[in-house]
């Protein structure tokens, strides 16, 4: 994927998570081969979409992110989320 504004970038993660997220997550390699993204930058980016608190404030908690005990990180699409990508 060719340098995208962020607000681009994020819709495009969005989708795509709302596009191969059947209820039961999508890992991120998944997600960052079909983007044609590093999983730290994915890590980071749904990070930001979740409800975490960064600096005080919270997200917007479009996205679960979730690491299973072998270490592998898998993404989940909120109903929020599921709204939003739908826009």
């Known amino acids: 994927m060719p340098e995208t504004a962020p607000e681009a970038l994020a819709e495009a993660a969005l ?4 596009e191969l997220d059947q209820g039961q997550g ?7 081969k079909k983007l044609g993204l590093r999983v730290s930058v994915l890590l980071r980016l749904y990070t930001l979409m979740s409800d975490a608190a960064l600096g005080g404030v919270a997200g917007p908690g479009w996205v679960r992110l979730q690491c299973e005990d072998n270490g592998r990180w898998l993404a989940h699409l909120t109903e929020a989320g599921r709204g939003d990508a739908q826009d």
């Open 15 to 18: 989708r795509a998570l709302a």
């Open 26 to 32: 999508v890992a991120l390699p998944r997600l960052a």
